[in-house]
Structures are given as structure tokens and as C-alpha cells.
């Protein structure tokens, strides 16, 4: 199986950021392979009975990562600021984040904070134009300072 060519895996990418702007997380999943790779390096929820990462697969660990944000965050949205792809399928992208949150996410309470962090998001596209990996990279501390949540080990 060979890789998408770098204008195709770019629209794909461009288009996955047009369903996220859209807050429309069936549509993100769709443009995505049954298997695909999801790691969100900074992302560590605390639930009832585990800690989930953000690391593992699209459709499982991803679609509950982007509709807890968007939960969590109503007028979620981004921003791309430069979108490089090469002919292997490979896609860089330089977005911002922003959203002012409204419900809690994850163990941040909601104190009607906004945000605004950039990422970095790393996507491989393959030969079927369907995004096979999403890595994202932002600043974690930044995060959490911005809504208000300040930790002392």
C-alpha cells in the first residue's frame, strides 16, 4: 500500500480540520482509516476507576478526546496557520486551539477561562486518502494555566 501524494493528503488534512472547526466529530473519524493511529502526547484524563491517555486509536481514544473537548468547551474551534505535506502522505500542521471552557474536562474544573495554545499536529495520509495516524504536540502547562488550573508537585 503506497501513500497518498502530498497535494491529496493536504485536502484531506485540511478538510479534517473543516470538520473539527465545524465541531463535527463523525465527520473527523470518517476521513480517518478503521485503524488509524491516534497520540495526543500531552493529554492525561483521570477517570472513576483509571487514567486514560491520549494515546491509541481514532475511533476509540480520539472520538472520545475531540467530543469531551468540544463538550467541555462549546465554541470550540482552530485555526491553521501553515500546512506542509510531502508526496509520501505525510501533513504537518501549525494551528492554534482555542475555546472558553464551559463544563469540566477531564480534572479541570470549569471556571469560564479561555484559551488559546498552538499545536503542532503530525498526520500520515495513506494511498485510500484516509488519515492513518494524527499526532498532536502543544504545551500542556500553558493549558492548564490559561484555565486557571495550577499545580504544585
Known sequence: MGNANGTQAGTIVTEFF????????????????????????????????????????????????????????????????KVTSDKEGNVAVECTLAGTQKKPFGSIAPMGKHFAVPHVFLFKVDSDGLIDEISAYWDGADFYRQLGRLEVD
Request: charge should be negative; glycine fraction near 8%; charged fraction near 30%.
Open 18 to 81: 473543516d470538520a473539527y472547526r465545524a465541531q463535527d466529530v463523525e465527520r473527523m473519524v470518517d476521513l480517518c482509516s478503521d485503524n488509524a493511529d491516534f497520540h495526543y502526547i500531552p493529554i492525561e484524563g483521570w477517570g472513576r476507576q483509571r487514567v486514560i491517555y491520549g494515546d491509541g486509536k481514532v475511533r476509540t481514544i480520539g472520538k472520545t478526546v475531540w467530543t469531551q473537548l468540544i463538550d467541555s468547551f462549546p465554541d470550540l474551534t482552530n485555526e491553521i496557520h
